[in-house]
């Protein structure tokens, strides 16, 4: 079974500063993928970004890049020069088994 | 626009009764998944379809059924419902599982 786990239910950040969300997963799978979600206010989810698992290189996406640690199975989101429209729900999710297996969700809040 | 499609967008109906959600998946996306978000929760996967078939299967209750068309919609019927069922429900489509999936914007649910 896969199960992933976000220890932080909510983070806060002023505007312009960076942020780290944490996220570890456990499964026995040699290929699988993860991913970093975000659901705004408005519900709807939003792929943040992505990650093979057999990529050494972190993948970045503009202001968001990911620290992606295979060993220690741990997938942490960084998010730089935060903004107020970063504020949402951000999950991580583990995939590559037929669906994706989500954690729990931190809560964003950016602030001015 | 995300490109999926689900309707309608809330739903308020009594305990006992029976609805039906409907998806209609991003254009040449041959996969569609349902999952199901209650208040302030992760997303818990119900069931996969792949080009007509069934593919994978979550926590699904047995009062949920699920089918996917010859034109790839998709139709997710909840019956006999109960209070707890009252959630979030989203659709998602994908054209390769590793490719991270596009999620609709959800059919609010409520049963009073």
């Known amino acids: 079974a896969q199960t992933v786990t976000q220890s932080q239910p909510e983070m806060s950040v002023q505007e312009a500063e960076t942020v780290t969300l944490s996220c570890t997963y456990d499964?026995?799978?040699?290929?699988?993928?993860l991913f970093w979600y975000k659901q705004p206010p408005s519900r709807q989810m939003i792929l943040v970004i992505r990650q093979e698992a057999y990529k050494q290189q972190n993948a970045t996406e503009n202001r968001f890049s990911v620290n992606f640690q295979k060993a220690a199975k741990s997938f942490s989101l960084k998010i730089s020069d935060s903004q107020l429209g970063d504020t949402a729900m951000y999950f991580c999710?583990?995939?590559?088994?037929?669906?994706?297996?989500f954690g729990t969700g931190t809560r964003l809040l950016v602030s001015p | 626009d995300s490109g999926v499609t689900q309707t309608p967008k809330h739903l308020i109906t009594a305990t006992g009764q029976r609805v039906t959600l409907r998806c209609s998946p991003r254009?040449?996306?041959?996969?569609v998944y349902w999952y199901q978000q209650s208040l302030d929760q992760g997303l818990q996967f119900l069931i996969q379809?792949?080009?007509?078939?069934?593919?994978a299967k979550g926590n699904i209750l047995e009062r949920f059924s699920a089918q996917q068309f010859p034109d790839l919609h998709s139709e997710l019927n909840l019956s006999s419902l109960e209070l707890g069922d009252s959630a979030l429900y989203f659709c998602?489509?994908?054209?390769?599982?590793?490719?991270?999936?596009?999620f609709g914007s959800g059919t609010r649910l409520t049963v009073v």
């Open positions: 254009s040449g996306d041959l996969s």
């Open positions: 999710a583990l995939g590559g088994f037929q669906k994706l297996v």
């Open positions: 379809y792949y080009n007509g078939e069934e593919r």
């Open positions: 499964t026995s799978e040699n290929n699988y993928y």
């Open positions: 998602a489509s994908s054209v390769l599982d590793n490719m991270g999936y596009t």
